[in-house]
Each structure stands twice: as structure tokens, then as C-alpha cells.
């Protein structure tokens, strides 16, 4: 099959997006399901040969396969080309973010299904038209070979996550997040402009493998390259909802759920590891930029896992977990580059490898984590509220639902054999190696990340069924705002329809088996690091013989689950006392969210920029500006008024200016003459 037929995967989303908000809309009614067809279609074929692609890449020699570039712009010396990069990391992306996006598409047929007798439209068009887009947006910046076209998706990527966020924007709530999304990842996107600029300034090259063979040269390096690494970081720390631009995260909860699942498995959050990953070679040589990562990714860990063991509405707990594990991919990258930072002859393929820690969690967590918000969505769906306090005992009425969801949280948990552990186990192990400090705190995550996700789990599905959430709308209008669903309005719990459950079933698969791609060491082998050669049985069971540290992790998470266990199926330790108690000042930081969004929003936005900077920036404007203009209109107008006076047609007036004149022309020839 042509090379030039990859570029298929990216087109047919950009298709669906055209087909559906152009030539579909304008003729059906706002909840035919037509629009859902075009879009699993489209995106069902960038599933199919994305997998071709994958294994046409893993044949190819150095799993790289050569796409002719389009030139798109001559500008004097400079040649701007529409390149596509197609390696290995770019093909395991490829097939994560279609297959994803796919299940995400076939499960939202379900989830925004309508009662007909509503008077208010679900937007069908819109919600796929959007969905297309953002699809392809996040293949786009994949396949991107050059800092341009990537800058392009970037923005396109944060454009529809802010249409998404806020797709039912009647909702103040749903506004305000997408609003909140769009401008806190524009501040690291600052960064990676910024970035970019210093990199083309100092190369005059767009091009990410021009720049890897730089970097590898040693022409870019020194200063340049370290702030040039650490301003695209700013960029994937937005994106990535590392500290301290990951306040936007938690909020995008407002959005439908199939569009979180999308947002925080395989699009948006995952842009900003790709990045750093894409552009590693600039990292590799400075080892300040790998310093800053590492650190950032272990903080980010931890610090998200705390917040996430004490919020109650499901998603949240899930969103939580997203900013925790995109720190532990982040803090994998970060320690791995530190690993091979010092050796000599690096090589194109040894920095590519280095990645393969990071990568390997992003692709195992992809699964996982959709997964799992794909399953709140579910469970909202039985009991019209993501509120776990509302919800008990469901495990009986949705049993699809209930095991997949436990699948996906043992994987997260990182419990053996599941995918989870065999990624998070490989980043402990770099953590261990070159961040000690930081592999404690990875640690201590493993427990805060077993412990959280199975609280949610007794909350959710033990016990008896605490009623949900039941609202009786007063107007069409309130029932097409309601945050999720006619289901809002049953009173009885009830497994989700199997259009519903099928990509359930399909991703709590990969979930299970997704992490046995590494146990004989060949993602790490298809990336390009060397690992030893295993067997399926060497390296399911002979992990535990290696050295003491999957025991350690393993244990960890299992302790984590038997706490949740303790507390909220059993009850042998009261919750609510232990909030009360001892630690009551540790759970009141935890759930106001470390008083960031006050920080932001009533120091930082209220105080310093609206009542200190742009108040300033407003008087400036209006007393020097605005005075130095209408200064120059008064001056010119009263000058008139002046002039006007002398002309009074009074002869013997001007006679005295014209003696005046000449007395002063003699005083000045008599003086300088």
C-alpha cells in the first residue's frame, strides 16, 4: 500500500468534520444519529490504517517509514513543507488516539440519546462536527514533522477542547470551565511560541529531525537549548495539567462524559507528553530541562492523588487521577532522559528509546482511564448523578458496568498482571535509579491511587442504593440543560444499553492485556532501547525475581485497596471521623484544592491583574493616551480661537504689529549684522 495513503488517517476525520457540519446539518433534524454514523465510519477507517500503519512501521528498518513532504510555502531562503513524521512513536499514537476516539463515538450513540418528546435539539451535528475535528486536530500534531504544523494542531487541539468543554453552554458552569480550560493552557502555550521562535531564530529551521541532528551535533545547545526545552515543557504543562496550570482540568468535568473520556485518555492530555516525547533529542542534552520535568511530574503526582482521595463527584476523583498520571508519565520521561544524558554516542535511536517508559504508561493509561470515564458515564446514566454519597449498591443492578470498572481501576491501581503495572512499574524502576527522592513520592502515589480509585469503587457499587439523583425539570428548556441525560429523571438503577457497553467490554480487554506488549521487553525494542530478550513466562512471573521493587509496588497498592476496603465497604474506621479528627486540617487543604483556584481567581485575576495591572493599564490609557490625543485636538482648536482674535479688521491694529515688526528686524541687524 502507498506511503501517501497515511495521510488518509488524519484526512478522513477532517472529511467526517466537513460532511457533517456543512453538508449533513442544514438537512436533518438536531436528533438524527446520522451524523454519529459518518463519524464512527470516518474515524473507523484512520482506526484501520493506523493499525496497518503500525505494522508496516515495525517491519520497516529502524521503524521509520519515509512520507514524501508537501511544499506549502517559498519565502526567500525559507521553504515551509507539510511533512509527516511516521516512526514508531507516531504509530503507536495513531492507533491509541483512533481506537479511543472510535470506542468514544460508538459509546456517545448511547450516552446522548434524548427523549423525543423534548422540544430542546441534543445537537447531534454539533457534538460529531466538533468530535471530527478534534480527532483530527490530535492526528495532525501526531503526524506533524515540523514545529509549525505542530504549533497549528496545538491550538487546534486546545480550540476543541474549549467547544467541547462548553458544549452545553447554557450551562454558567460548563461556560465557565471551557472558558477557564482555553485561557489556563494559553499561558503555557506562551511558552512553546516563545520556544519555538528561539529555536528558528538561532537554526532557521522548522523541521523536528533537522533539529534532533543539531542538538546531536552540539550547534544547538548551551542556554538556548535549555530555555528552548523548558518553553515547549510550558507548552505540555498546560496541555498536561501539570502543576501550577492544572486548575483548568477538574472543571472540563462539565463537558458530556464521552468528551472527558476523550480529553483525559487520548487527545488532549496526552498532547502534552507527546510533545516532550516528539522533541525529546532537545531535552536529552540539558540536563536543567530533565531536572525541571522530572520534578514537576513527581510533585504533579502526588499532589493530584491527595486531592483526588477526598472528592466525592466520580469524574472528579477521575480528572484527579488524570493530573496524577500524567505526572508519572512526565516524571518516567524526565528520569529516563537522566539515565542517558551523560552517555557518549548517543544515537537517534538510543534518544527515541528513552522515551519508551513514558510512552508505555500513556498507552497502557489511555485504555484504562477511558475506560473509566466511559463507566461514570454509565453509572450516571442508572443513578442521574455523579455524586458517589447518592449512589450504593449499583454493582447489583449494572453488573457490565460494575466489573469493568473494577478491571479499569486494578490496572490503575497497578495491580499484577493488569496493564497498569507493568507500565508504572518500569517508571518507579528509572525513578529509583535516578530520582530517589522522587521515586518516594511515586510510591507513596502508588497508595494514594489504589486507595482513591477503590473508595470510589465501595461508594459506587457496594452497599445499598441510596436513591441517586432524581429532578423533575420545570420546562423543555431545563430538561435539555440537565447535566446528563433524560436518564437524570429514573428513580431505579439499571444497566446502560449495549451500545453503551460494548466499548466498556472492548477497552477493560486492553485494559488486562494492553501491558503484555512489554513483558518480553519488545515496546521498549519496537521504540528503540535494547532491552534482554524474554519469554511470555519469563517475564509474567520471573518479574518478582528481578529485584524486590514490583513486590514493593504491588504491596503498596494492595494496602491502598485494603484501606479504601476498611473504610468504606466494612467500615471498621469511620470516614467522617478521621475527616473530624486528627486529620481534619490535611482533608480541608485537600478538598478546597490547596486554595488554588482562590489564589488564581481572587488574588492573582481579582487583586493584582483586574484591580492592580489592568486598572493601571486602563489609566494609562485614558489619562496619557487618550489625554495626549484629545490634548492635541484642545491645542489645535483653541489656537484657532487665538488666531481668530487677531484677524479684526482693524487697520490701525495691524499697523502696530507691522511697526512692531520692523523696530524688531532693526534690533536683530543691529545686533548680528
Not at 499484577?416 to 511515586?442: C, H, R, T, Y
Request: aromatic content about 12%.
Amino acid at each position: 500500500m502507498p506511503t501517501n495513503l497515511m495521510w488518509l488517517i488524519f484526512l478522513l476525520p477532517v472529511a467526517s468534520f466537513v460532511i457533517v457540519s456543512a453538508l449533513i446539518k442544514p438537512f436533518i433534524n438536531n436528533e438524527s444519529k446520522l451524523p454519529g454514523y459518518v463519524t464512527i465510519l470516518a474515524i473507523t477507517g484512520s482506526f484501520a490504517l493506523s493499525v496497518w500503519a503500525l505494522v508496516t512501521v515495525m517491519s520497516a528498518e529502524g521503524h521509520v517509514i519515509d512520507v514524501p513532504a508537501i511544499t506549502w510555502l517559498n519565502i526567500g531562503n525559507l521553504t515551509i513543507s507539510i511533512n509527516m513524521i511516521m516512526d514508531s512513536l507516531t504509530a503507536v499514537m495513531l492507533v491509541v488516539v483512533t481506537f479511543v476516539s472510535l470506542m468514544v463515538q460508538i459509546y456517545s450513540l448511547g450516552y446522548l440519546h434524548r427523549d423525543p418528546v423534548n422540544t430542546v435539539d441534543t445537537g447531534f451535528p454539533r457534538y460529531y462536527a466538533w468530535m471530527s475535528l478534534f480527532t483530527a486536530s490530535m492526528l495532525g500534531l501526531i503526524i506533524a514533522g515540523n514545529l509549525l504544523m505542530m504549533f497549528m494542531f496545538w491550538e487546534m487541539v486546545g480550540l476543541c477542547s474549549y467547544l467541547l468543554i462548553g458544549f452545553w453552554f447554557h450551562k454558567p458552569a460548563a461556560a465557565n470551565a471551557a472558558k477557564k480550560a482555553f485561557i489556563v493552557t494559553r499561558l503555557g502555550d506562551f511558552g512553546f511560541l516563545a520556544a519555538i521562535l528561539l529555536i528558528f531564530a538561532n537554526t532557521h529551521t522548522f523541521d523536528t529531525n533537522a533539529l534532533r541532528d543539531l542538538a546531536m551535533t552540539g550547534v544547538l545547545a548551551g542556554n538556548v537549548l535549555t530555555w528552548a526545552a523548558i518553553g515547549i515543557f510550558a507548552g505540555a504543562a498546560g496541555k498536561s495539567a501539570q502543576f501550577p496550570l492544572h486548575v483548568w482540568l477538574p472543571d472540563a468535568m462539565e463537558g458530556p462524559t464521552p468528551v472527558s473520556a476523550l480529553i483525559h485518555s487520548a487527545t488532549m492530555v496526552s498532547a502534552g507528553v507527546f510533545l516532550v516525547a516528539r522533541t525529546f533529542p532537545l531535552f536529552v542534552f540539558s540536563t536543567q530541562a530533565l531536572t525541571t520535568v522530572a520534578i514537576i511530574g513527581g510533585f504533579t503526582a502526588i499532589f493530584a492523588a491527595s486531592m483526588g482521595m477526598v472528592m466525592n463527584d466520580i469524574k472528579r476523583v477521575l480528572a484527579y487521577s488524570t493530573i496524577s498520571q500524567l505526572g508519572f508519565m512526565m516524571l518516567g520521561l524526565g528520569a529516563s532522559g537522566l539515565g542517558i544524558a551523560h552517555e557518549s554516542n548517543l544515537t537517534a535511536e538510543i534518544i527515541r528509546g528513552a522515551t519508551a517508559v513514558g510512552i508505555f504508561h500513556l498507552f497502557t493509561h489511555a485504555f484504562f482511564k477511558s475506560l473509566l470515564f466511559l463507566g461514570s458515564g454509565s453509572v450516571n446514566h442508572a443513578s442521574g448523578t455523579f455524586d458517589m454519597r447518592k449512589m450504593g449498591g449499583l454493582g447489583k443492578a449494572m453488573p457490565w458496568t460494575c466489573i469493568t470498572f473494577v478491571i479499569g481501576s486494578l490496572s490503575l491501581a497497578g495491580i499484577w498482571p493488569l496493564a497498569g503495572f507493568w507500565s508504572k512499574d518500569e517508571i518507579l524502576a528509572k525513578a529509583m535509579e535516578n530520582q530517589p527522592f522522587l521515586f518516594v513520592l511515586a510510591l507513596i502515589t502508588v497508595f494514594m491511587t489504589a486507595f482513591y480509585m477503590f473508595r470510589a469503587v465501595f461508594m459506587t457499587f457496594s452497599g445499598e442504593y441510596k436513591g441517586g439523583e432524581v429532578h423533575e425539570p420545570h420546562d423543555a428548556q431545563e430538561k435539555a440543560s440537565d447535566h446528563e441525560e433524560h436518564n437524570a429523571h429514573t428513580t431505579q438503577p439499571h444497566e446502560s444499553p449495549a451500545i453503551m457497553v460494548l466499548p466498556l467490554v472492548l477497552l477493560s480487554i486492553l485494559a488486562i492485556v494492553a501491558g503484555f506488549w512489554n513483558i518480553t521487553g519488545a515496546f521498549s525494542a519496537f521504540m528503540g532501547h535494547e532491552t534482554e530478550s524474554k519469554t511470555i513466562i519469563q517475564g509474567l512471573f520471573g518479574v518478582f525475581t528481578e529485584n524486590w521493587l514490583p513486590i514493593a509496588s504491588l504491596l503498596v497498592a494492595i494496602s491502598g485497596i485494603f484501606m479504601a476496603y476498611v473504610m468504606y465497604s466494612v467500615k471498621w474506621l469511620s470516614p467522617s471521623k478521621i475527616a473530624d479528627g486528627f486529620f481534619k486540617p490535611l482533608y480541608i487543604l485537600f478538598s478546597r484544592k490547596y486554595y488554588m483556584d482562590e489564589l488564581y481567581e481572587n488574588i492573582i485575576v481579582s487583586k493584582l491583574l483586574l484591580g492592580g495591572l489592568f486598572k493601571g493599564f486602563q489609566k494609562l490609557d485614558e489619562q496619557v493616551i487618550d489625554g495626549t490625543v484629545n490634548g492635541a485636538g484642545s491645542g489645535t482648536r483653541n489656537s484657532g480661537n487665538v488666531l481668530r482674535k487677531l484677524q479684526n479688521g482693524q487697520l490701525q491694529f495691524y499697523g502696530l504689529f507691522i511697526g512692531i515688526g520692523i523696530v524688531a528686524i532693526a534690533v536683530c541687524l543691529f545686533i548680528f549684522g
